[in-house]
């Protein structure tokens, strides 16, 4: 039977593959190091626990909520822009509550996009940055470029080759996979762009919270006049060790939120309004919950970065997210990051995400997720030490044949 049109226009899902491997391995008894999906195994803060539990008890609060976000959900995130960027929004026209920034990004491309619209998109980037618009009926032309002096030279060409002129430029820093930062000049240079080309600048920014270094990331909307054509993307997932609980934001024009929001009052009716009471709550707060969770990812990701290193696998240090994005050792190298990834559940028992995943110009990488705790990570780097050592001493009994011819 032939597949539907939209399901034909997306690829076989690439992390699937290994899924299955790793659900097999587990079958078998096999004890999976996971570093692949970024799936926070942090608990929420007892507070938000608490304040949910609280409302929720409430029986008027069962009944059908707001689809763009309660009221006092909305000032929250409105004033955590205030105290972190510096930026004021309007709670009522510039900022609605999402299921999260995955679903708040698919529903901006149903909002905007007409069939052949054309997207410039970073590659490797998240998936949901391109197939939100390619399920809408778009194009994407991907850019192979990091928040440097190359950046708006790539997206000059893309526009310079591109029949219609794009509708939008996505940004996704600090990036998912590869963990780069872009600085306030950078932005300023890009909004000035946009704005010059009668462009929307979509960012995604569900890492802002997440850093090591010392330097919180900036938001896009920092900059002067990029409210005009800009809407930008949270989350509270990462932030606060919500993932399941679904709760995101965008924030910004008022002309892309309002689109935005009447797209998704076709399609939802909102979070369970307990679970905004207590996102509001979490975003009210003085910060302490996020610290702890920002020291727990950089301690993770130093034990990584120095375990896997002394292992014989050189991982640079991420700046900033919970991932590593790491290229793939150059034995390896030939064979690509999926089947990397299946080599190291099935000799080394650490699931990893391969880059390809991400786009073809992610092949030659890996991201590793700062999921598991310091114990398993070192577990982790043992495991690899042993398969390196192993596949150097007896390479076919490690990698495929084929892959020697």
């Not at 190091?33 to 029986?59: F, H, Q, S, Y």
């Not at 995130?77 to 999402?98: E, H, I, M, S």
């Not at 905007?112 to 997207?119: E, F, K, L, M, S």
């Not at 940055?129 to 032309?141: K, Q």
């Amino acid at each position: 039977m032939e597949e539907f049109h939209k399901v034909r226009r997306l690829p076989p899902y690439v992390f699937e593959q290994v899924n299955r491997l790793k659900a097999s391995a587990r079958s078998r008894g096999a004890d999976i190091i996971d570093l692949g999906m970024g799936n926070p195994d942090l608990p929420t803060p007892k507070a938000i626990v608490d304040k949910l539990c609280e409302v929720v008890r409430d029986p008027r609060t069962h009944r059908y909520s707001a689809s763009r976000g309660i009221p006092g959900l909305r000032r929250a995130q409105a004033n955590y822009y205030l105290r972190r960027f510096g930026v004021k929004l309007n709670p009522d026209t510039q900022v609605v509550a999402t299921l999260g920034s995955k679903e708040g990004f698919a529903n901006m491309a149903q909002a905007i996009t007409a069939p052949g619209d054309v997207i410039l998109c970073p590659n490797p980037t998240y998936p949901i940055h391109a197939f939100g618009f390619i399920m809408s009926g778009g194009v994407i032309r991907s850019l192979q470029v990091e928040p440097d002096d190359g950046f708006i030279p790539a997206v000059e060409r893309g526009i310079r080759h591109s029949i219609p002129k794009p509708l939008a430029l996505i940004l996704n820093y600090p990036s998912n996979p590869t963990a780069l930062v872009a600085s306030l000049d950078f932005y300023k240079d890009v909004v000035a762009f946009a704005k010059k080309n009668d462009i929307i600048i979509l960012s995604d920014l569900a890492y802002s919270e997440i850093y090591f270094d010392g330097n919180p990331p900036p938001s896009v909307l920092q900059v002067p006049g990029a409210m005009d054509v800009c809407v930008e993307f949270t989350s509270m997932s990462k932030t606060f060790s919500m993932p399941g609980w679904r709760m995101g934001f965008a924030v910004g024009n008022e002309r892309l939120i309002s689109a935005l929001t009447r797209v998704k009052s076709y399609l939802d009716y909102g979070a369970f309004t307990p679970i905004q009471v207590a996102a509001a709550h979490a975003l009210n707060g003085d910060g302490a919950d996020i610290e702890e969770v920002r020291e727990v990812y950089h301690k993770r990701r130093d034990v990584m970065v120095d375990s896997f290193g002394r292992a014989g696998w050189t991982i640079p240090a991420p700046a900033a997210s919970m991932f590593a994005w790491a290229p793939i050792p150059e034995p390896f190298r030939h064979l690509g990051s999926l089947e990397f990834s299946k080599l190291l559940i099935e000799h080394a028992d650490v699931a990893v995400a391969p880059g390809v995943g991400f786009g073809e110009h992610g092949d030659d990488y890996v991201r590793l997720a700062l999921v598991e705790n310091e114990h398993r990570i070192r577990q982790a780097a043992r495991n690899i030490k042993k398969f390196l050592a192993t596949a150097a001493k007896q390479p076919n009994n490690v990698v495929p044949l084929a892959a020697h011819r």
